[in-house]
């Protein structure tokens, strides 16, 4: 028996929305206490055999508020007077499951035993209303202990989704405080029932950790079964929760401990690599990819373009953050190979040479410098050691010494260091400078970064291209020689004559000496200039940036990382590493002057180099010592001295050959050899004519008012307008190259019917550079779940979704029309 408080609460509550109540007291437990209720104004009228009476007391009086008590057997049907007034009025009962049924405003007969079965729920006020918030009109048996379960796992939804969701991230970490909740409240039958019948998952004795496996188990069989779409709606869960942000951490933990317990090893030890590459839920995969992928670029035996199809595949792995560096290496060493084997046996002229280096060539030296840099930063590199050496022994055998050869038998013939293909380093102020400063008012600020040569800027430019508003072209100049950093730094100065010191320190223009930012910034002085480093911008405040910037038209800022490290030799094997640093102080440095009101920006170099990995040879080095009247100065890659006698190891100018003033001869290593130094680094070098250290870029650098990029246009390519079966393949085309202002973009595919989603989802992206519209297709199979049962004969939409930026939500940019049309059974709700 209910105390007589909560009864009068119930009863006023009633009260407050309806002029009459209906009470059936079946046993009579609170026939003597009717009076004893202090209802206030409301009419107690008890029902002994007058129904009638009673019936025309309600009707006649339209006022009052009337509580009409009946105990006793009601008679049922037609038999009952005043069943029409009840149906109208509801019956209001006093016993324990149906207060709180009445608290809850549930009306529905069938959700009584619900809230008897559970009492024990519903003891707690803060779980009552926490389910009072989530009920909606309509609710069954069925979807009221769903909302239960939700309440207990502290879900954000009552599918079935959600409560897994839940638990699984809970296994995940190895705890079980939800699940036990499900078990106190005695809705543990329930959920596995649940997984029973939605996801055909079927135990004597279930278990989460069971389940788990399960799962995974028929993943990595890609949901196959005898039965047609029988595990379609874990299917479709089970991507849903690989894909989901939330659990994607979770899903990884059990990803691992399930390949163990499935001994997922053995089961791939003898699969193909192409066919593993579309299974994206185990590391162990992961690491057979790589390992075969590896040795199959190694062995020439595959084409970059199967790798690229191969490693775009990897992106939607679980694992694809851990072997992100892994992938990139493979990818990156099967394009130089195959640029490597397809270079040429001769270069016609300098120029040619020259025109191709910035077309193609460089990017052997990029994919080398990309290879290497994710090798020596990947978390484990083991998998690569086979190809790393093939790679290495490619790159420093048959490009840099072989096909380095080639570049010097075109050179041979060159009687002056000059050629029509670029103009000379020291032209750069009057070529690119002048021009831009000549009205006396636009200014110009030029970065010059020591050592960045060509493939690195040509990097530098697509990621500055790759920012909104600003534009970056590239060109080049033929660098001087020897190319120093003191003579590269010279030739980039105002100056109408360059020439050399016996010792190379300092390099005089116009006869001032270049060496250090006080004397560079003297000579900058006379034409409204400025030297400052790099450091010293970065150290400054935007708002004493734009203080200093109206004080002078020209600004010439120095950076120094690559050659710092690559020039000592307990350093030269990180060179790469900084690299890519310089990368990344560049753009800030960029950023930083444009924040400061600046529009015209120049980035160059002083030299470039030349870099392998791996131990020279002895055939690297030169065995003979430069001859004549007086030997000034000996450097890895250039000799500088008076009257040099000509000899088949090097090639010879004179400083006026080299564009020079002075009476300084200056002879370099022919091809990449270098000149035996102790104590010197021998990895990293400049100063000679190979094409990694004379062609020295120069990038434009332009900000714009309007905004220039874009995602990469990606459309829909149907073959049907109808869905006959529980799955739709899905084709979609990339319409264009992926360019720095035409952006990737990934795409979220789903079946949707209004607002319900009624497939799974699938992650896509769409990055291909190719300009072969056959490489940028892909394709992705939907399976429809259980949400898509009502809808059969129906249209319904095929979404196309992109990523809000900073958000974990996504928004339409596309869709395309279907109608399902297929035969299918139902299954049981959770």
């Given amino acids: 028996m209910t105390d007589l408080a909560s009864v009068r609460d119930a009863l006023q509550n009633r009260f407050t929305s309806q002029r009459v109540v209906f009470w059936h007291d079946p046993a009579g437990e609170y026939a003597a206490d009717l009076d004893d209720l202090d209802l206030g104004a409301v009419d107690v009228i008890r029902v002994q055999d007058n129904e009638f009476d009673v019936k025309h007391t309600l009707l006649a009086?339209?006022?009052?508020?009337?509580?009409?008590?009946?105990?006793?057997?009601?008679?049922?049907?037609?038999?009952?007077?005043?069943?029409?007034?009840?149906?109208?009025?509801?019956?209001?009962?006093?016993?324990?499951?149906?207060?709180?049924?009445?608290?809850?405003?549930?009306?529905?007969?069938?959700?009584?035993?619900?809230?008897?079965?559970?009492?024990?729920?519903?003891?707690?006020?803060?779980?009552?209303?926490?389910?009072?918030?989530?009920?909606?009109?309509?609710?069954?048996?069925?979807?009221?202990?769903?909302?239960?379960?939700?309440?207990?796992?502290k879900a954000p939804g009552n599918?079935?989704?959600?409560?897994?969701?839940?638990?699984?991230?809970?296994?995940?970490?190895?705890?079980?405080?939800?699940?036990?909740?499900?078990?106190?409240?005695?809705?543990?039958?329930?959920?596995?029932?649940?997984?029973?019948?939605?996801?055909?998952?079927?135990?004597?004795?279930?278990?989460?950790?069971?389940?788990?496996?399960?799962?995974?188990?028929?993943a990595i069989e890609d949901f196959a079964s005898t039965i047609p779409d029988e595990f379609r709606n874990i299917r479709s869960d089970f991507n849903s929760l690989r894909y989901d942000v939330r659990t994607q951490n979770a899903m990884t933990t059990l990803a691992s401990r399930a390949a163990d317990a499935l001994d997922v090893k053995s089961r791939i030890e003898h699969g193909d690599y192409r066919e593993l590459a579309k299974v994206t839920i185990f590391e162990e995969i992961d690491r057979k990819v790589v390992v075969d992928l590896a040795a199959a670029v190694a062995t020439h035996s595959v084409v970059p373009r199967e790798v690229a199809d191969i490693v775009r595949q990897r992106h939607e792995s679980l694992w694809k953050d851990k072997y992100a560096k892994l992938y990139q290496a493979i990818q990156s060493a099967s394009e130089l190979l195959a640029a490597i084997a397809g270079l040429p046996h001769a270069?016609?002229?300098?120029?040619?040479?020259?025109?191709?280096?910035?077309?193609d060539w460089f990017r052997i030296d990029q994919h080398y410098r990309w290879f290497t840099y994710a090798h020596r930063t990947a978390e484990f590199h083991q998998p690569l050691e086979m190809l790393k050496i093939e790679v290495d022994r490619q790159y420093a055998n048959k490009y840099l010494y072989d096909f380095g050869g080639i570049w010097q038998q075109t050179l041979e013939s060159m009687t002056e260091w000059k050629s029509a293909a670029l103009d000379p380093q020291a032209e750069f102020f009057s070529r690119h400078v002048a021009p831009v400063v000549e009205d006396g008012r636009t200014k110009v600020v030029v970065i010059i970064s020591d050592g960045m040569r060509y493939e690195i800027a040509e990097q530098l430019a697509s990621m500055i291209r790759s920012e909104d508003r600003f534009d970056a072209y590239l060109s080049a100049v033929l660098?001087?020689?020897?190319?120093?950093?003191?003579?590269?730094?010279?030739?980039?100065?105002?100056?109408?004559?360059?020439?050399?010191?016996?010792?190379g320190l300092p390099v005089l223009a116009d006869g001032?000496?270049?060496?250090?930012?006080?004397?560079?910034?003297?000579?900058?002085?006379?034409?409204?200039?400025?030297?400052?480093?790099?450091?010293?911008?970065?150290?400054?405040?935007s708002s004493e940036l734009r203080e200093l910037y109206p004080k002078h038209q020209i600004f010439y800022v120095y950076h120094d990382r690559i050659d710092a490290v690559g020039d000592k030799a307990s350093t030269e094997e990180t060179v790469f590493e900084a690299a890519n640093e310089t990368l990344s102080e560049l753009i800030k440095l960029v950023k930083r002057w444009t924040s400061a009101n600046a529009t015209n920006i120049?980035?160059?170099?002083?030299?470039?180099?030349?870099?392998?990995?791996?131990?020279?040879?002895?055939?690297?080095?030169?065995?003979?010592t430069a001859q004549g009247d007086a030997i000034t100065k000996t450097n890895r890659r250039y000799v500088l001295g008076r009257s040099l006698k000509p000899s088949p190891s090097f090639m010879t100018f004179t400083s006026a050959q080299a564009g020079l003033v002075g009476d300084l001869d200056i002879q370099i290593p022919k091809s990449i050899h270098r000149i035996p130094q102790p104590g010197a680094g021998t990895r990293y070098v400049h100063g000679g004519a190979s094409l990694q250290e004379i062609v020295v870029p120069v990038i434009t650098v332009n900000k714009k008012r309007k905004s220039d990029i874009r995602p990469v246009n990606v459309d829909l390519m149907p073959e049907t307008d109808k869905i006959t079966t529980g799955q739709l393949a899905v084709r979609l085309l990339q319409r264009e190259a992926v360019t720095d202002k035409i952006q990737p973009r990934q795409v979220r595919l789903g079946l949707y019917a209004g607002d319900t989603l009624i497939s799974d989802q699938h992650v896509l992206t769409f990055d291909s550079t190719s300009d072969a519209q056959r490489d940028r297709y892909q394709q992705a199979v939907l399976y429809l779940t259980r949400d898509a049962d009502p809808y059969n004969n129906r249209p319904v939409e095929l979404r196309l979704e992109e990523p809000i930026p900073n958000t974990t939500q996504w928004k339409l940019f596309s869709k395309g029309n279907y109608t399902i049309k297929r035969s299918f059974t139902t299954d049981f709700d959770f």
Avoid at 194 to 213: A, H
Avoid at 347 to 359: E, M
């Fill in 159 to 218: 599918k079935l989704t959600d409560i897994v969701r839940e638990l699984l991230v809970e296994n995940a970490a190895r705890k079980t405080d939800k699940f036990d909740e499900l078990l106190t409240y005695d809705l543990d039958q329930f959920f596995w029932d649940g997984l029973g019948s939605i996801y055909k998952y079927q135990r004597t004795t279930p278990t989460i950790d069971d389940f788990v496996l399960w799962m995974f188990e028929r």
């Fill in 61 to 153: 009086d339209q006022v009052s508020k009337h509580l009409v008590y009946r105990y006793g057997d009601i008679p049922r049907g037609t038999a009952n007077w005043l069943l029409d007034m009840e149906i109208a009025y509801g019956i209001f009962t006093a016993d324990k499951a149906s207060m709180l049924q009445q608290e809850l405003g549930l009306s529905d007969p069938g959700l009584l035993p619900v809230i008897e079965q559970h009492q024990k729920f519903f003891a707690a006020k803060s779980r009552r209303q926490a389910l009072e918030r989530l009920l909606s009109d309509g609710d069954d048996a069925t979807r009221l202990r769903a909302k239960m379960c939700q309440v207990l796992v």
């Fill in 347 to 359: 270069i016609d002229s300098a120029a040619l040479g020259l025109d191709k280096y910035q077309s």
């Fill in 602 to 624: 120049l980035i160059t170099a002083d030299h470039g180099f030349l870099y392998q990995d791996v131990p020279l040879e002895q055939a690297y080095y030169i065995s003979e």
């Fill in 512 to 541: 001032k000496p270049t060496n250090g930012t006080a004397n560079r910034d003297k000579i900058l002085q006379a034409f409204n200039g400025h030297a400052m480093k790099a450091a010293n911008v970065l150290a400054m405040t």
């Fill in 479 to 503: 660098g001087s020689l020897p190319s120093y950093t003191q003579l590269g730094m010279a030739s980039l100065l105002p100056q109408s004559s360059l020439e050399l010191t016996p010792e």
